[in-house]
């Protein structure tokens, strides 16, 4: 097939490629009968001639286009035309997970939102005895107003090159998800599905897979031997609990994993609502990335090989369905009721100072009284020189005075909400600094008197100075707090 002239497939117009992948092609395409763009899906093999694949292939697209769920992408159509086997699907124009990941890692509450409808897709398709075998962010497609939908249910059966109706063949499979099951060739079931959509998750939150290698072997022994490290190894602002919830979908054994979708969704909701409302803020000790807080970018890794690979398939007839309540729990049954009150917050200890003796006080009094003359003398000085600056055109921003007032010590971590400058501390005219990437990350200790602006410090750089408060992702509550600064 020739990807780039390919016009016409059965009664659909070709328009244009969308992508490719391991075991099909994409495109975009016109059918004239109802008016409409589609998405049509072309399969990757040389097996059209073969009768046995063509009846295979019919026989289990029946199975998939009966799948009625509101996050399984419906097969419309399906076909074959000049020995290319297509299968035609509602056109999403919203992009894939693994184009949202492209970005960096997700905040735990939008990951939540994922998982949750990815799973409740998985299970309605387990009670059908459907296993999706090839799950994976690229198969995870979303709309324009972010609804995700599950696509390419039992692709990766329908192309064993060898199935018949023995349990024993060969699948195309992604060997960055596929779980330690199905790489051994052993029979499998709904909870090998489980341990991919564990991985969709540990992506979700820290931007890469658990695993990383360029070769695909190396990558599949990985999944059957390696414990995956915590997801908050890779991502320190994770909670400890969200790696207990990971890691237990990643587990080896079948067994010890979650046994349905729903049940490794409600556990992660459990953590996230558990860990209250300071779950989606940073914090100064580190804390959980939230909503409100810009996506980090990826973190460096070595490629994850897409490469296609052979392992063992079992035909849709002969899958277990797993535990019995896979197959008995109905829909209304997932549902999460989880309330759960944060901890109030503990105040801090104030730190005791001792005082120094009576002889040591009448000592330094003569020295407190030069000293407090200096200090009226630089505060008068400082009121002249901020006067000075606004008459030079720096009215709007505040002094570049670095000591904050009595009582300050506060400090918070805190994010920019967008694209800003900082200004130089020592700076007569307040000159700008390079700009402040809105993943950097910024400590502030300090508020002008009229709150509006913050004293920050670039935590890689180092850099001190003045930014607005509106352009700081922070609790105004926390702000307010800070020690305002002289200026």
Excluded: C
Aim: net charge negative.
């Amino acid at each position: 097939m020739d990807e780039s002239t390919l016009q016409k497939l059965g009664p659909y117009k070709i328009i244009e490629l969308l992508g490719r992948g391991g075991m099909s092609v994409v495109y975009r395409a016109y059918q004239p009968s109802m008016k409409r763009e589609v998405a049509v899906k072309v399969l990757k093999t040389n097996l059209a001639d073969e009768p046995d694949f063509m009846e295979r292939f019919n026989r289990e697209v029946e199975v998939i286009s009966r799948l009625e769920h509101p996050h399984i992408l419906p097969v419309i159509d399906y076909g074959e035309s000049d020995n290319n086997v297509y299968l035609v699907m509602r056109l999403v124009r919203g992009g894939s997970l693994a184009d949202r990941l492209k970005q960096g890692y997700l905040p735990p509450e939008e990951a939540n939102r994922i998982l949750y409808q990815v799973a409740s897709a998985l299970d309605y398709a387990h009670r059908q005895r459907v296993i999706h075998r090839d799950l994976k962010p690229a198969n995870i497609l979303l709309d324009q107003d972010s609804n995700i939908y599950l696509t390419d249910f039992g692709i990766a059966k329908i192309l064993d090159a060898d199935a018949g109706l023995t349990v024993t063949g060969q699948v195309m499979g992604t060997p960055a998800y596929i779980s330690p099951e199905q790489g051994m060739g052993l029979q499998i079931d709904g909870r090998a599905d489980v341990y991919a959509l564990g991985l969709v998750l540990y992506e979700m939150l820290t931007g890469r897979g658990p695993f990383t290698s360029d070769r695909a072997t190396a990558l599949l022994l990985k999944h059957v031997y390696e414990p995956p490290p915590p997801p908050s190894v890779i991502n320190p602002l994770l909670l400890k609990s969200f790696d207990e919830v990971v890691l237990k979908a990643l587990t080896k054994e079948p067994d010890e994993r979650y046994q349905t979708a729903p049940e490794l969704a409600k556990a992660f909701e459990r953590a996230l609502r558990a860990a209250g409302p300071s779950a989606g803020k940073p914090t100064p000790k580190g804390g959980v990335v939230g909503t409100s807080t810009p996506m980090v970018p990826r973190p460096p890794s070595a490629p994850q090989s897409q490469v296609p690979m052979h392992t063992p398939v079992i035909p849709l007839e002969h899958l277990e369905a797993g535990p019995a309540d896979v197959a008995r729990r109905p829909e209304a049954d997932f549902a999460i009721d989880v309330v759960e009150k944060p901890a109030p917050p503990v105040e801090a200890a104030r730190p005791v100072v001792e005082a120094p003796p009576a002889s040591q006080k009448r000592r330094r009094r003569p020295l407190l009284y030069l000293v407090g003359v200096l200090v009226i003398a630089g505060i008068v000085g400082a009121v002249l020189l901020a006067g000075g600056g606004g008459a030079n055109g720096n009215a709007g921003t505040p002094g570049a005075t670095a000591s904050p007032a009595a009582g300050g010590g506060s400090e918070i971590e805190v994010f920019p909400t967008v694209e800003t400058n900082i200004h130089e501390a020592a700076s007569d005219d307040s000159a700008a600094l390079s700009t402040v990437q809105p993943a950097d990350r910024l400590i502030a200790s300090g508020r002008s008197a009229d709150g509006a602006w913050i004293w920050v410090r670039v935590v890689n750089t180092g850099r001190e100075g003045w930014a607005k408060a509106a352009d700081l992702n922070a609790d105004p509550a926390a702000l307010a707090g800070l020690p305002a600064r002289s200026g």
